[in-house]
Protein backbone atom coordinates (compact mmCIF):
# COMPACT_ATOMS: atom_id res chain seq x y z
CA UNK A 1 0.00 0.00 0.00
CA UNK A 2 0.76 3.62 -0.85
CA UNK A 3 0.85 6.22 1.31
CA UNK A 4 1.35 10.07 1.05
CA UNK A 5 1.66 13.17 3.74
CA UNK A 6 1.62 16.47 3.38
CA UNK A 7 2.66 18.21 6.93
CA UNK A 8 1.57 22.00 5.72
CA UNK A 9 -2.06 22.12 5.86
CA UNK A 10 -1.62 25.93 5.22
CA UNK A 11 0.90 27.90 3.89
CA UNK A 12 0.85 31.91 2.23
CA UNK A 13 3.42 33.52 0.18
CA UNK A 14 3.71 37.27 -1.12
CA UNK A 15 3.03 37.92 -5.02
CA UNK A 16 6.16 37.58 -7.25
CA UNK A 17 7.68 35.32 -4.33
CA UNK A 18 8.42 31.47 -4.38
CA UNK A 19 7.33 28.49 -1.79
CA UNK A 20 7.90 25.26 -1.56
CA UNK A 21 5.11 22.55 -0.67
CA UNK A 22 6.21 19.60 1.17
CA UNK A 23 5.67 15.81 0.55
CA UNK A 24 6.44 12.96 1.96
CA UNK A 25 5.47 8.97 0.73
CA UNK A 26 6.07 5.58 1.45
CA UNK A 27 6.10 2.63 -1.28
CA UNK A 28 7.38 -0.43 -1.13
CA UNK A 29 7.33 -0.47 -5.28
CA UNK A 30 10.49 0.04 -7.40
CA UNK A 31 8.98 1.83 -10.00
CA UNK A 32 5.64 4.29 -9.68
CA UNK A 33 4.54 7.97 -10.40
CA UNK A 34 4.16 11.24 -8.33
CA UNK A 35 2.19 14.07 -8.94
CA UNK A 36 0.79 17.28 -7.70
CA UNK A 37 -2.78 18.36 -8.72
CA UNK A 38 -4.31 22.15 -7.92
CA UNK A 39 -7.66 22.30 -6.78
CA UNK A 40 -8.86 25.66 -7.01
CA UNK A 41 -12.25 26.73 -5.76
CA UNK A 42 -13.69 26.29 -8.38
CA UNK A 43 -13.06 22.33 -7.11
CA UNK A 44 -11.90 20.86 -10.76
CA UNK A 45 -8.51 18.75 -9.71
CA UNK A 46 -5.86 20.21 -12.08
CA UNK A 47 -2.22 18.66 -13.36
CA UNK A 48 0.33 20.53 -12.25
CA UNK A 49 3.68 18.37 -12.97
CA UNK A 50 3.91 14.86 -13.22
CA UNK A 51 8.01 12.62 -12.09
CA UNK A 52 8.53 9.49 -13.10
CA UNK A 53 10.63 7.43 -10.20
CA UNK A 54 13.12 5.52 -12.58
CA UNK A 55 14.06 9.30 -14.18
CA UNK A 56 16.44 11.11 -11.56
CA UNK A 57 16.09 14.78 -13.35
CA UNK A 58 13.73 17.21 -11.89
CA UNK A 59 10.29 17.64 -13.40
CA UNK A 60 9.78 21.12 -14.55
CA UNK A 61 6.79 22.63 -16.00
CA UNK A 62 7.30 26.98 -16.60
CA UNK A 63 6.77 28.32 -12.70
CA UNK A 64 6.39 24.94 -11.24
CA UNK A 65 9.18 22.42 -10.47
CA UNK A 66 9.80 19.96 -7.98
CA UNK A 67 12.81 18.38 -5.64
CA UNK A 68 12.84 14.57 -5.79
CA UNK A 69 14.95 13.06 -3.63
CA UNK A 70 14.05 9.27 -4.07
CA UNK A 71 15.99 8.06 -0.77
CA UNK A 72 14.51 10.34 1.17
CA UNK A 73 10.89 9.35 -0.50
CA UNK A 74 10.03 13.49 -0.95
CA UNK A 75 8.88 15.01 -3.51
CA UNK A 76 8.45 18.77 -3.00
CA UNK A 77 6.63 21.15 -5.28
CA UNK A 78 8.47 25.02 -5.89
CA UNK A 79 6.23 27.40 -7.13
CA UNK A 80 8.58 30.75 -8.12
CA UNK A 81 7.29 34.08 -9.34
CA UNK A 82 3.69 32.98 -7.27
CA UNK A 83 0.72 34.44 -9.13
CA UNK A 84 -2.85 35.46 -7.42
CA UNK A 85 -4.19 32.66 -9.73
CA UNK A 86 -1.92 30.02 -7.77
CA UNK A 87 -4.17 30.09 -4.64
CA UNK A 88 -5.52 26.57 -4.27
CA UNK A 89 -5.36 23.61 -2.37
CA UNK A 90 -2.92 21.30 -3.68
CA UNK A 91 -2.85 17.86 -3.65
CA UNK A 92 0.55 15.25 -3.49
CA UNK A 93 -0.33 11.99 -5.25
CA UNK A 94 1.49 8.43 -6.32
CA UNK A 95 0.70 5.83 -8.50
CA UNK A 96 2.33 2.45 -9.11
CA UNK A 97 3.21 1.26 -12.20
CA UNK A 98 2.86 -2.40 -11.99
CA UNK A 99 -0.76 -4.36 -13.34
CA UNK A 100 -3.72 -2.22 -11.68
CA UNK A 101 -1.79 0.82 -11.21
CA UNK A 102 -4.88 3.00 -11.98
CA UNK A 103 -5.20 4.01 -8.90
CA UNK A 104 -4.05 7.32 -7.34
CA UNK A 105 -3.29 7.36 -3.70
CA UNK A 106 -3.37 11.09 -2.59
CA UNK A 107 -2.31 13.46 0.55
CA UNK A 108 -4.53 15.64 2.55
CA UNK A 109 -3.44 18.24 0.93
CA UNK A 110 -2.06 21.96 1.72
CA UNK A 111 -4.15 25.05 0.87
CA UNK A 112 -1.43 27.98 -0.46
CA UNK A 113 -2.85 31.59 -0.29
CA UNK A 114 -1.22 34.18 -2.15
CA UNK A 115 -1.27 37.78 -0.99
CA UNK A 116 -1.29 40.45 -3.24
CA UNK B 1 -13.19 19.62 -26.61
CA UNK B 2 -15.36 19.57 -23.87
CA UNK B 3 -13.81 18.36 -20.49
CA UNK B 4 -15.22 15.91 -18.07
CA UNK B 5 -18.65 16.94 -17.31
CA UNK B 6 -20.32 16.02 -14.13
CA UNK B 7 -24.27 16.87 -12.92
CA UNK B 8 -25.37 17.93 -10.98
CA UNK B 9 -22.61 20.36 -8.98
CA UNK B 10 -24.58 20.28 -6.07
CA UNK B 11 -27.08 17.35 -4.69
CA UNK B 12 -28.91 17.66 -1.64
CA UNK B 13 -30.44 15.14 -0.11
CA UNK B 14 -32.43 13.62 3.05
CA UNK B 15 -31.39 10.94 4.69
CA UNK B 16 -32.59 7.79 3.42
CA UNK B 17 -32.53 9.07 -0.38
CA UNK B 18 -31.11 7.96 -2.97
CA UNK B 19 -28.39 9.94 -4.89
CA UNK B 20 -27.44 9.40 -8.46
CA UNK B 21 -24.23 11.35 -9.75
CA UNK B 22 -23.64 11.32 -13.69
CA UNK B 23 -20.18 11.42 -15.44
CA UNK B 24 -19.69 12.43 -19.18
CA UNK B 25 -16.13 11.27 -20.09
CA UNK B 26 -14.26 13.69 -22.37
CA UNK B 27 -14.77 12.36 -26.05
CA UNK B 28 -13.32 9.97 -26.99
CA UNK B 29 -12.52 8.54 -23.68
CA UNK B 30 -13.35 4.99 -22.50
CA UNK B 31 -12.00 4.62 -19.25
CA UNK B 32 -13.99 6.46 -16.39
CA UNK B 33 -12.65 6.46 -12.49
CA UNK B 34 -14.89 7.88 -9.24
CA UNK B 35 -12.98 9.25 -6.38
CA UNK B 36 -14.48 10.40 -2.96
CA UNK B 37 -13.41 13.63 -1.34
CA UNK B 38 -14.36 13.36 2.63
CA UNK B 39 -14.06 17.39 4.43
CA UNK B 40 -10.46 17.96 5.06
CA UNK B 41 -9.35 15.15 3.08
CA UNK B 42 -7.71 14.02 -0.22
CA UNK B 43 -9.53 12.31 -2.85
CA UNK B 44 -10.10 8.46 -2.59
CA UNK B 45 -10.23 5.99 -5.15
CA UNK B 46 -13.71 4.25 -5.59
CA UNK B 47 -14.13 2.57 -8.65
CA UNK B 48 -13.09 1.65 -12.40
CA UNK B 49 -15.21 1.57 -15.34
CA UNK B 50 -14.83 0.74 -19.01
CA UNK B 51 -17.54 0.81 -21.12
CA UNK B 52 -20.21 -1.96 -20.02
CA UNK B 53 -17.27 -2.91 -17.44
CA UNK B 54 -16.66 -2.98 -14.07
CA UNK B 55 -12.76 -3.01 -13.47
CA UNK B 56 -12.10 -2.18 -9.92
CA UNK B 57 -14.95 -1.34 -7.46
CA UNK B 58 -12.22 -2.00 -4.61
CA UNK B 59 -12.63 0.94 -3.14
CA UNK B 60 -16.59 1.80 -3.15
CA UNK B 61 -18.45 0.09 -0.11
CA UNK B 62 -19.93 -2.63 -0.31
CA UNK B 63 -23.59 -1.54 0.47
CA UNK B 64 -25.65 0.55 -0.86
CA UNK B 65 -23.07 1.97 -3.08
CA UNK B 66 -22.80 0.78 -7.25
CA UNK B 67 -21.63 2.44 -10.48
CA UNK B 68 -22.36 1.75 -13.84
CA UNK B 69 -20.93 3.03 -17.50
CA UNK B 70 -23.47 2.12 -20.23
CA UNK B 71 -22.88 1.82 -23.81
CA UNK B 72 -24.86 4.79 -24.37
CA UNK B 73 -24.92 7.98 -22.26
CA UNK B 74 -23.03 8.79 -19.01
CA UNK B 75 -21.71 7.18 -16.22
CA UNK B 76 -23.71 6.49 -13.25
CA UNK B 77 -22.40 6.85 -9.46
CA UNK B 78 -25.85 5.19 -7.67
CA UNK B 79 -26.08 5.71 -3.44
CA UNK B 80 -28.76 4.20 -1.96
CA UNK B 81 -30.41 4.91 1.43
CA UNK B 82 -27.87 7.93 1.80
CA UNK B 83 -26.44 8.62 5.34
CA UNK B 84 -25.06 11.78 6.85
CA UNK B 85 -21.63 10.23 6.29
CA UNK B 86 -21.98 10.10 2.61
CA UNK B 87 -21.81 14.24 2.35
CA UNK B 88 -18.59 14.70 0.01
CA UNK B 89 -17.70 15.90 -3.00
CA UNK B 90 -17.76 12.81 -5.66
CA UNK B 91 -15.30 13.24 -8.65
CA UNK B 92 -15.31 11.62 -11.87
CA UNK B 93 -12.25 11.58 -14.24
CA UNK B 94 -11.27 10.31 -17.66
CA UNK B 95 -8.79 8.88 -19.98
CA UNK B 96 -8.40 7.52 -23.36
CA UNK B 97 -6.63 4.32 -22.17
CA UNK B 98 -6.27 2.97 -19.70
CA UNK B 99 -4.61 4.91 -16.95
CA UNK B 100 -2.14 2.16 -16.04
CA UNK B 101 -0.58 2.69 -19.83
CA UNK B 102 0.68 6.44 -18.28
CA UNK B 103 -2.39 8.19 -19.84
CA UNK B 104 -3.27 11.30 -18.40
CA UNK B 105 -6.22 11.38 -16.10
CA UNK B 106 -8.65 14.52 -16.76
CA UNK B 107 -11.22 15.44 -14.03
CA UNK B 108 -14.64 16.81 -13.52
CA UNK B 109 -15.57 19.53 -11.10
CA UNK B 110 -17.01 16.77 -8.94
CA UNK B 111 -20.54 17.17 -7.39
CA UNK B 112 -21.02 18.13 -3.66
CA UNK B 113 -23.51 15.79 -1.74
CA UNK B 114 -25.04 16.90 1.00
CA UNK B 115 -27.04 14.92 3.28
CA UNK B 116 -29.20 16.73 5.60
Known amino acids: AQTVTQSQPEMSVQEAETVTLSCTYD???????LFWYKQPPSRQMILVIR??????QNATENRFSVNFQKAAKSFSLKISDSQLGDTAMYFC?????????????FGKGTKLSVIP | NAGVMQNPRHLVRRRGQEARLRCSPM?????VYWYRQLPEEGLKFMVY????????ESGMPKERFSAEFPKEGPSILRIQQVVRGDSAAYFC??????????????FGSGTQLSVL
Open chain 2, 49 to 56: LQKENIID
Open chain 1, 93 to 105: ASRYSGAGSYQLT
Open chain 1, 51 to 56: QEAYKQ
Open chain 2, 27 to 31: KGHSH
Open chain 1, 27 to 33: TSESNYY
Open chain 2, 93 to 106: ASSPRSFATNEKLF
